[in-house]
């Protein structure tokens, strides 16, 4: 069996469907070249709680289906990297890759280091590493469970999503806290910004992964979101909160084109 990894790890996903396994056709949406890194796995349950460090939650709620993915602190940028989407393959292990085969995922998790061991020697995460922490499921999509540790390629690539960008208002009086979620194309927010009638834009600040906040009082009033992703695209979604919004609920926009 794989020797078990020494990590801190940010909550469980839930149970995982099966990911896109096939040779690759995401060359026309990549978003970057071919990088190395390395990926393990981890064991999931069904029942798993569900959670992560980019603040999404239920993930089929909020649109990323199973095949997702927790970054090292290299990759995950405090946050910034999280809803993107990486074509991962494996490579290099002839004796235990699935040949010809990829999967494409979502980074909706922090993968975290360990000082306590080298980065070279059991510190999988720890900077400077590119790691990918993959579900089982989602491993063995490229390679078989006894690799362990292994070498891949990863690339971005463009996000599908179902519908559009997802709002998720929350917080109270005195501030607002929005999860910004199925953000298709880069698949992430890089800046966010927020209008309501009495207000010109206002910037938001990142309160932790793709959860978004700003002290302001928008009680009663429509609010519009404008927000710019990695790729440097924006999109603006006028009046998408309606004025009779309530804190907990979720309202749907617009979608980035890809």
């Known amino acids: 069996m794989a020797p078990p990894l020494l990590l801190v790890f940010f909550f469980l996903f839930p149970a995982f469907a099966a990911g896109q396994q096939h040779p690759s056709t995401y060359g026309s949406s990549a978003l970057s070249e071919w990088r190395p890194a390395k990926a393990s796995y981890y064991?999931?349950?069904?029942?798993?709680?569900?959670?992560?460090?980019?603040?999404?939650?239920?993930l089929g709620k909020h649109g990323y289906g199973m095949a997702t993915v927790g970054?090292?602190?290299?990759?995950?940028?405090?946050?910034?990297?999280?809803?993107?989407?990486?074509?991962?393959?494996?490579?290099?292990?002839?004796?235990?890759?699935?040949?010809?085969?990829?999967i494409v995922v979502t980074a909706t998790n922090f993968c975290a280091p360990n000082l306590g061991?080298?980065?070279?020697a059991g510190g999988v995460c720890n900077p400077p590493n590119h790691h990918f922490l993959l579900p089982i499921q989602a491993f063995e999509k490229i390679?078989?469970?006894?690799?362990?540790?292994?070498?891949?390629?990863?690339?971005?690539?463009?996000?599908?999503?179902?519908?559009?960008?997802?709002?998720?208002?929350n917080g109270r009086?005195?501030?607002?806290?929005?999860?910004i979620s199925n953000v298709g194309g880069a698949g992430d927010a890089r800046s966010a910004k927020v209008k309501g009638t009495v207000s010109g834009?206002?910037?938001?600040?990142?309160?932790w992964g793709q959860i978004w906040h700003i002290n302001a009082d928008f009680r009663g009033q429509p609010l519009s979101f404008e927000l710019t992703s990695s790729d440097g695209k924006t999109l603006t979604n006028f009046n998408v909160v309606p004025k009779d919004w309530d804190f907990g609920k979720t309202y749907t926009g617009k979608q980035f084109l890809l």
Do not use: H
């Not at 390679?143 to 208002?169: D, H, N, T």
């Open 173 to 179: 009086s005195f501030f607002l806290t929005v999860l």
């Open 143 to 169: 390679a078989l469970w006894k690799a362990g540790v292994m070498p891949i390629q990863y690339r971005r690539v463009k996000c599908l999503r179902e519908g559009g960008v997802r709002f998720s208002v």
């Open 117 to 120: 061991l080298p980065a070279d």
């Open 201 to 207: 834009w206002l910037s938001m600040g990142r309160n």
């Open 43 to 58: 064991a999931t349950d069904p029942e798993d709680a569900i959670g992560g460090a980019c603040g999404f939650g239920d």
């Open 71 to 102: 970054l090292s602190t290299a990759l995950f940028e405090r946050g910034a990297a999280c809803g993107g989407c990486y074509e991962v393959k494996c490579v290099e292990d002839l004796k235990y890759c699935l040949p010809g085969t990829s």
